[in-house]
Nanobody
Framework: QVQLVESGGGLVQPGGSLRLSCLASGFPFSSYWMSWYRQGLGNERDEVAGISAGSRTREYSESVKGRFTISRDGAKSTVYLQMDNLKPEDTAVYFC?????????WGQGTKVTVSS
């Protein structure tokens, strides 16, 4: 079955950087669009970045464009989210996701807190 395991979250000061990782298994990773979502306290879960199967297409929400970079490594079945110039409003639980078998699959999430 699909498994997505996120890591790399933590506490960082405003202006700092973090890199999130998501290890995928249970499906042909290199054939699927992969996404990162986030959910802040009291907010809906929103997509912040997505990357096509061959990495040719990358999409970002307006709130993170120019600060976040999504990438993937097929040999490691891992998708990354490099987050730079972090702001307090980036504080959220970040989830890796793939749409397969007619539904969206989620990891357990990794918490990112941006605070001084």
């Amino acid at each position: 079955q699909v498994q997505l395991v996120e890591s790399g979250g933590g506490l960082v000061q405003p202006g700092g950087s973090l890199r999130l990782s998501c290890l995928a298994s249970g499906f042909p990773f290199s054939s699927y669009w992969m996404s990162w979502y986030r959910q802040g306290l009291g907010n809906e879960r929103d997509e912040v970045a997505g990357i096509s199967a061959g990495s040719r297409t990358r999409e970002y929400s307006e709130s993170v464009k120019g600060r976040f970079t999504i990438s993937r490594d097929g040999a490691k079945s891992t998708v990354y989210l490099q987050m730079d110039n972090l702001k307090p409003e980036d504080t959220a639980v970040y989830f890796c996701s793939v749409f397969r078998d007619g539904r969206r699959h989620w990891g357990q999430g990794t918490k990112v807190t941006v605070s001084s």
